[in-house]
């Protein structure tokens, strides 16, 4: 056979050896390509998430690190005491409970704003020529280039009583006292939206843009207005860009702190905010762990959700 | 199956001078930018015709139908469909379908839902509707694959649910943008034959746009060649394969040998031309619209030409100096059903003959390296004059 013949002429290259040797622990070219992300992910993510989940399991302590250790060991018996409290106190406190359930209408309804603004300017950039798409995609882009706290702190600016739009509208005579806006969830929705507008265009265009425009056509030719063409043709063809869309504007929202904090008043309560203030002002880590890991758990969920709601609309297709 | 309809293949309605038009097309030009894609046009179609736009890419004749279609307008000059003008209509309000080149199936609807999608969209009934899409299934025989996607289905499926989409309205007009030309050959040729008794059982008038002289010559009862935006010439297939109007429509339909020459006798029953492209004088056996001395193309089929080993006793008519001519076989390219000799003239020019294969593994078949005289009719060759 020629396999006899092969491996004379193969160590001529260096990675020959390598691979050779490599391939006696049994590991292919291909098992190291996907070994490089899962150990990316194991050090990065499924590490640090075992030990948020540990310190969240532990009691608090004044000491530093400011929680005790899970594992005890004391006259030759190893101890391991799991404190569940901090679990139970989130439920047991309505604070938490309003945190989260505010988090996910604020990031539910930034996620729909979002969609109902990012749609059209997304189909507009699809139709648009090829000179002008490429323009308006990096004017999308270009906001990125700034600081996003920068931009943020722009919109105090416009924001607030003797800010921008309030001085316009009082100089216009349109209103006589300034409108309240900064430190409401007016803001934080305003925040929101812009902030993410742009993850919401991207995918939807992407999406857009490979839509076939003879079926647009074929559309109207069996009679169907242009309304009646988008409703039947271009909406249901870019679900999986909404939905896209969507997850890249929930996901972030749902855990926002920044913009809450910044442009929202004392009363947005959401989940960042609160994480934050155990982190930092009560120093309880076992309870702000616990925060930690239930808002994963929040954002999971809809992950999953949408996941499976896109597998079946690409399989439906 | 309905009685079938008195179809334009049968009555020619136009050689008849004052039959009425279906589709009037009156000096239309499409511009995109500086350059016109469709140049002038003018263009009558009859109710129940098959008519073909033949051309090759980049002649207009998609945009021709697109601008039928409604998806185009005119820069300038007017469409008439039955009567009506169709300046600014859009394509959601013409008595008109299309079927597309890509097929535009919508690919998240069943066979069923594609189908129907037109006829929703006139509020039809459902026991009607349902109705009408078995009947329209049935006719393009995919009545079993009705809850399959389009991606779940061969390309020559995918023709024909594209092909009953189109029909589901029952449109007046049919546009077909290269109806087969996704098609492999075998099942384009079955396809062919298909469409053409589709179209004469419902009656329906098809402009068919196609590249594909073969399919517009099996297709069409006339045909439209277009060239560089404008109409080159319009006519029954056989006249424009037998009767080509200028040097183009010759060489693009079908294949001919082509010879420069001059007029040297100008009679009305008879034209002589001196062809020092061809080394030979041609003799045509009937007039032609031309001037003594004036320099005009004369074009052959490899069809039409004898090849013989021995000098043929010249023909009635013909002087013997004329119509005959001396070569060598330098190729032969055997097709089966026909073979392709490529003669080297005295000249050094090429003309191709061809020879239909009537006998079976003829031993006597003239081979390479031989000398051979081709000769032709008087009748045989075309006289172009562009």
């Known amino acids: 056979m020629t396999a006899t013949a092969l491996p004379a002429a193969a160590p001529r290259r260096p990675w020959t050896l390598l691979r050779r040797w490599l391939a006696a622990v049994g590991l292919s070219g291909r098992a190291l390509v996907i070994a490089a992300p899962a150990l990316w992910l194991t050090l990065f993510f499924l590490i640090p998430l075992g030990i948020v989940l540990q310190v969240s399991l532990s009691e608090s302590a004044i000491a530093i690190p400011p929680y005790l250790p899970l594992i005890t060991s004391e006259l030759g018996t190893v101890q391991m005491t799991l404190h569940l409290s901090n679990f139970i106190r989130l439920f047991q406190d309505k604070l938490y409970i309003l945190a989260y359930l505010n988090s996910i209408k604020i990031a539910a309804i930034s996620t729909i704003f979002a969609l109902l603004i990012g749609y059209p300017i997304a189909y507009f950039i699809a139709r648009s020529s090829d000179r002008w798409r490429n323009v308006l995609l990096m004017l999308i882009i270009l906001p990125f280039w700034s600081s996003f706290l920068l931009r943020v702190y722009a919109w105090i600016g416009f924001l607030k009583n003797e800010g921008v739009i309030n001085n316009f509208l009082e100089w216009t005579g349109l209103i006589h006292a300034p409108i309240p806006m900064i430190q409401t969830d007016f803001a934080v929705y305003v925040g929101i939206v812009y902030t993410y507008l742009p993850f919401m265009i991207l995918p939807l265009y992407t999406n857009l843009v490979k839509l076939d425009e003879s079926l647009l056509e074929a559309s109207a030719d069996l009679g169907a207005r242009p309304i009646r063409t988008f409703l039947s043709i271009t909406l249901p063809l870019s679900i999986p860009g909404i939905v896209a869309g969507s997850m890249l504007v929930f996901i972030p929202a749902i855990g926002e702190f920044v913009i809450p904090s910044l442009l929202g008043g004392p009363g947005t309560l959401m989940i960042g905010r609160v994480l934050f203030d155990e982190f930092f002002s009560n120093r309880d880590w076992p309870m702000a762990s616990a925060l930690a890991f239930a808002m994963l758990l929040v954002v999971v969920v809809p992950i999953m959700v949408m996941q499976s709601a896109q597998s079946a609309v690409v399989t439906r297709k | ?386």
């Open chain 2, 1 to 386: 199956m309905a009685k079938k309809p008195q179809i334009a293949a049968d009555t020619r309605p136009w050689r008849e001078p004052g039959a009425k038009p279906f589709v009037r097309i009156r000096n239309v030009t499409k511009k995109f930018g500086d350059i016109a894609a469709v140049n002038d046009v003018s263009l009558d179609i009859y109710k129940g015709e098959l008519f073909c736009l033949l051309g090759g890419s980049g002649s207009g004749k998609s945009t021709l139908l697109r601008m039928l279609a409604g998806f185009e307008e005119p820069t300038a000059g007017t469409i008439e469909i039955d009567g009506q003008n169709m300046a600014g209509v859009p394509p959601y309000r013409r008595p008109v379908n299309m079927m597309f080149q890509s097929y535009a199936l919508f690919p998240h609807m069943t066979v069923e839902q594609n189908v129907a999608y037109g006829l929703k969209r006139d509020r039809l009934p459902p026991a009607e509707l349902a109705a009408r899409v078995t009947e329209l299934l049935q006719l393009v025989k995919l009545q079993d694959y009705r809850t399959r996607k389009p991606n779940q289905l061969s390309g020559g499926q995918r023709q024909r649910v594209a092909l009953a989409r189109a029909l589901a309205k029952r449109p007046k007009l049919l546009l077909l943008d290269e109806p087969l030309g996704a098609l492999d050959k075998k099942l384009r040729e079955e396809t062919q034959f298909e469409l053409v008794k589709i179209q004469e059982t419902l009656g329906v008038t098809f402009i068919v746009v196609t590249h594909d002289q073969e399919e517009a010559m099996s297709l069409a009862t006339r045909i439209g060649v277009m060239n560089q935006g404008e109409i080159a010439m319009i006519g029954e297939p056989t006249e424009i394969y037998e009767y080509p109007n200028s040097r183009f429509v010759a060489n693009f339909i079908g294949s001919a040998n082509m010879f420069e020459g001059v007029v040297t006798e100008d009679e009305p029953d008879h034209v002589r031309i001196r062809s020092a492209d061809l080394g030979s004088d041609i003799y045509v056996d009937h007039g032609v619209d031309c001037a003594p001395d004036q320099i005009l193309w004369w074009a052959i089929r490899p069809e039409k030409i004898r090849l013989t080993r021995d000098k043929p006793a010249a023909e009635s008519g013909i002087p013997a100096d004329a119509n005959v001519l001396k070569g060598f076989v330098e190729d032969i390219a055997y097709l089966g059903d026909m073979t392709v000799y490529q003669v080297r003239l005295e000249n050094g020019k090429y003309m191709r003959v061809t020879k239909a294969n009537a006998l079976r593994g003829d031993p006597d078949a003239i081979s390479w390296d031989e000398s051979v005289w081709a000769s032709w009719a008087g009748s045989s060759g075309s006289v172009l004059v562009s």
